[in-house]
């Protein structure tokens, strides 16, 4: 696998029980509604704190996942300018396997691929590209 792959964020371990922006953003509203019409005054501190603490972990989680999308972006663009200067045939990839950048070797040898997955790229080469291709 290339170095740039073993950072990014796989899906595989965001599970369905990992609560979205959406849902955190919704119950902080949610408990900082309760604690307006709640009648005693205890109750309308702790819906407050517990909106206030949901509406927190929303802003965070989006902040998390604005900061994962721009280091994967720093990570591929330190890949690009490493495989570029390469003299052997280099292929930057996503998660998926579909070539994002290719050097001038894998050009001229391979043509243009970006856009198609690597096993694509060397069907031409191997019998059976999807094979050799495990994560």
């Not at 599970?15 to 307006?36: F, N």
């Not at 819906?47 to 999308?69: D, M, N, P, T, Y």
């Not at 280099?90 to 070797?105: E, L, M, P």
């Amino acid at each position: 696998m290339p170095f740039d792959q073993s950072f990014e964020i796989k899906p595989a371990l965001v599970t369905a029980r990992t609560p979205s922006v959406v849902s955190l953003l919704a119950s902080g509203l949610l408990c900082i509604a309760a604690a307006a019409a709640a009648p005693l005054v205890p109750l309308q501190y702790g819906c407050a704190i517990c909106g206030g603490i949901l509406l927190f972990l929303a802003v965070f989680a989006k902040w998390s996942e604005r900061g994962a999308q721009v280091a994967n972006a720093r990570l591929r663009e330190t890949a690009r300018r490493i495989i570029a200067h390469d003299v052997g045939v280099g292929f930057v990839t996503d998660g998926a396997g579909v070539v994002q950048f290719s050097n001038a070797a894998a050009m001229d040898r391979f043509g243009d691929s970006q856009g198609r997955s690597l096993a694509n790229v060397f069907e031409l080469m191997l019998a059976n590209p999807g094979g050799c291709f495990l994560r």
